[in-house]
C-alpha cells in the first residue's frame, strides 16, 4: 500500500489507484485503552476491481477490507 501526500491511497497490492469513491472516518471507543481511529476508502483500480481499504491511525498499518 503506498499513499498520496494527502493520505489517500496510491497503490493498493501494487494495483494503481485509479479513483477513490468515497471516503470516511470512523472514531470509536476513544474513552477506553483501545480507541479505533480509521479512515476508510472505496476505490476503483486501474483494472475495474473495487476495494475499500483503511488506515488504522492507532497502529500507523493500511489494512484491505474486501475487494470485488
Request: net charge negative; no cysteine.
Amino acid at each position: 500500500m503506498e499513499a498520496h501526500v494527502d493520505g489517500s491511497p496510491r497503490l493498493v497490492n501494487r494495483a494503481e489507484v485509479a479513483a477513490v469513491l468515497e471516503e470516511w472516518r470512523v472514531v470509536d471507543r476513544w474513552w477506553t485503552e483501545e480507541p479505533v481511529s480509521r479512515r476508510y476508502f472505496d476505490v476503483v483500480l486501474a483494472g475495474g476491481e473495487h476495494a475499500v481499504v483503511f488506515r488504522d491511525e492507532e497502529v500507523g498499518r493500511w489494512f484491505s477490507q474486501r475487494g470485488t
